[in-house]
């Protein structure tokens, strides 16, 4: 019996442990209260002295027996409660893979590139954060005078009327130009307590800590905070929806739509999201903070929406910012233009369009729109000019000397050289480069321009003479250029076309994927490109060029000791730079001192990448038409060589800058081919600031391009215009009336072409060594280059050309 008790006694132990809460209070509550008479202890005792009361026992199981079924209850409804859940992540993420079906459809169809749109889901599903319902359950966020209230409250006492914290917010950034530039504007989270604080004394309708904010990143945390806490948010999902109902398949919205969207909004409302849209595209338009209208775009949807993005449809959401921004944008209506669509404007034209189709539209764009029309991409306004008198006035104009968005993502692989960079680092840098194309300089390069273009007439001699066969001239022309700018710019010999055909390879993958990116409508922007294996494939590229030119830098910096421990102790001669030794741009940049300061090793490189870049390609592209030219017209091409025999000679010999000047017919000659042929065909630059070009008032932000091709090929300014005619320069010069900014091949004004001399000089070399060895002639007489505008222009397939040896 003693078992049989303590057995008893202990069957209220394993109670407590199927509770699992054996030493909670809740848990003694709920426990059946002994019958009396029933034992209180543990306590070992005789049989004879217990009674037992068997009713009172049953009851006590009895009950025991109601509490297992109730929990057996709970636990049935937890199950079901459960069911219910798991049953609607279970739509959800069918209605998630639907979409994402539908999305990488709509995908499939928009672009043969990968874009990858599942991984957009999962980045905005990532993207979730806490609803606000649940703040307020845990007690986060309270009702306050600023914060998590209705808008009209807020408002109620303010005065323009709009909510004073976000026109004082905008005030203290837009006052102050370090804010404004400060790198990831509105993506970097300011410090937590410090926006606490704030919350705090904007609620007591205090802005002094908001004025004297040291950092910008607090006052953009504010102001979105209080965006997202808005109890009626900026627009409804609701009035989004009545206007955009399915925006998965939209294709077509018109505009009115988008203006009654906006119309149907009470006045606050309007008036907020304006000044919120302005001050927006304020930040867009700065460079430096490394914001872009989409991601700018994409934050403020879920903050001018107050809902988490996986509530609804993730480009609902986006669209319907983006009609925002739209509806910003009408500036420029009066403009003529291809018809936009709405929020993605003019991107649909060339969708799904490679490189050849790309330009040809612009052509065509041009020719029915005229010498001013206007592109949209994407909400980003382009005004593209083809006249003398804008090409003047944008490059001249201090509000036009930064360089365009599209200029950015090329500045992701060259950096920031001279080519992109602006302000005071482009002023210093230029001043440190332009001594190293003076003409003591180039003088030193001839020699190099002889020797290279000598081996390359030996090689198309094998090529082509000996088999007869013509050479596909574009890709050797880059070789050869290549090899020259490193040789000559850089110092640094190259070993072979196996190293520079690397090279060339690189930048021709390159240029074509910077391409793609500046005309489709999702790789242009930076976060959607970052998803494709393309971006993946263009980093290693990066990489690779990267490598190329600090290998460059090393080996120069290596041939220096070298040079500086021969010479001993030799005092330096103080002419040397631009005599004996050969200096190259790299010795230049290698020893500058920039208010003290030398260039830092990136600087270095940056400037070695653009100079590597634009010194071969443009060069390569430039001698490939000229020799198209020379060929297809025989004419042109055997004036030429009379020039040469009479000038130079018959023979190879050393070329000096004095023979190649007497070559006047010839510079015709080059000059025509790139009137024709522009290497640089677009040139585009931003508006930094609200100005006035011609009858257009230009919006700071947008960006201007002058379509060079299109005004080179008008016939407004050149009689005949598609005739190759080298004479109609000779015709020009003798009428004062010829507008110099009608002919811009290498750009003009403070940031035109640095190395345009050189490049002169180097076409003019090259082009006497090949007339003294060969006659020029294209397999098919009426061969028509298809052209491309890969960054630089270059005949689509290449050009085929046959050297016929002359018999000297
Ligand atoms: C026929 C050959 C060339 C043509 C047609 C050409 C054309 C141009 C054009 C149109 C620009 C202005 C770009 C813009 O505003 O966006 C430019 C700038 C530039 N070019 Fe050339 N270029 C040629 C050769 C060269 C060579 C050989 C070098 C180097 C040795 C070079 C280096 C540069 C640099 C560094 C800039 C930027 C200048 C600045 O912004 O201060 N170019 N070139």
Known sequence: MDSYLGLAQSKLKPRSVVDGFSNRSATIKKRP?????????????????????????????????????????????????????????????????????????????????????????????LKRRTDKETLEKRNIIKNEACFNTYLQDVVMLDNPRIPRVIHECIAVLESNDKFMKSPGLY???????????????????????????????????????????????????????????????????????????INSLDAVRQNTLKVLMKHLRNVAAIQENEVDNFSLGLLFSSLIFNETLADVSVLGVVAAVLAVFDWKLKAYQDLPGPRRWPLIGNVVSFLGAGPVEIFDQLIAFAATYGKVYKLDFFYDYTIVYSSPEAAEAILTSPAFAAKSQDYDKVSEWIGNG????????????????????HFKILENFVPVFN????????????????SGKAVNIFPELKLLTLGIICETAMGVGMAGDTQQAYYTQIVEELSSILYWRMFNVFVNIDVLFRLTHTSKRFNELVKKSW????????????????????RGSEERNEDESFGKRKRALLDTLLEARIDGKPLTDEEIREEVD???????????????????????????????????????????????????????????????????????????RIATEDTQLLSEKITRGTSVAIDIFTMHHSADYFPDAERFDPDRFEAARSTQTFNPYTYIPFSAGSRNCVGQKFAQYELKTTLVKLLQRFQIRLPDANYVPTLKAEIVLKPAEGLPLKFIKRSV
């Not at 020797?451 to 000996?466: D, I, P, Y």
């Open 610 to 684: 653009t100079f590597t870049f634009a010194g071969h390609d443009t060069t390569a592209s430039a001698m490939t038409f000229i020799l198209y030219n020379v060929a297809k017209h025989p004419v042109v091409q055997e004036r030429i060589y009379q020039e040469i025999v009479s000038e130079i000679g018959e023979e190879f010999c050393e070329l000096s800058l004095s023979s190649l000047n007497n070559l006047h017919y010839m510079e015709l000659a080059i000059k025509e081919s790139l009137r024709l042929f522009p290497p640089v065909p677009v040139i585009a």
């Open 451 to 466: 020797r290279q273009a000598e081996a390359f007439c030996a090689k198309l001699e094998s090529l082509s003479v000996g």
């Open 547 to 566: 490598n190329f030119t600090l290998d460059m830098i090393d080996k120069r910096r290596k041939i220096n000791q070298l040079e500086e421990q021969n």
């Open 418 to 437: 001279l080519l992109i960079s602006r302000g005071q680092k482009w002023f210093t840098h230029r001043k440190v480069i332009t001594p190293g194309f």
């Open 33 to 125: 209260t002994r019958p009396a008479g029933y034992p209180t202890t543990s306590r070992p005792i005789s049989t004879s002295s217990i009674v037992i009361d068997t009713a009172a026992q049953f009851r006590y199981l009895q009950e025991e027996h109601r509490l297992v079924l109730e929990k057996c209850k709970k636990l049935e409804d937890s199950y079901s409660t459960l069911e219910a859940e798991y049953a609607k992540v279970k739509s959800d993420n069918e209605r998630l893979q639907s979409a994402y079906e539908e999305l990488q459809e709509s995908y499939n169809n928009v672009t043969a590139k990968n874009f990858n749109a599942g991984k957009l889901l999962v980045y905005f599903k």
């Open 187 to 261: 993506r970097v989270s300011g410090d937590h307590n410090t926006i606490q604080n704030l919350r705090y004394d904007i609620n007591a309708n205090n802005y002094k800590r908001l004025h004297k904010q040291k950092s910008p990143h607090e006052i953009c945390g504010i102001l979105k905070l209080f965006l997202r806490e808005l109890k009626d948010p900026l627009i409804s999902l609701e009035t989004c929806e009545k206007y955009f109902p399915d925006v998965l398949q939209m294709k077509i919205n018109t505009r009115s739509k988008v203006m009654q969207l």
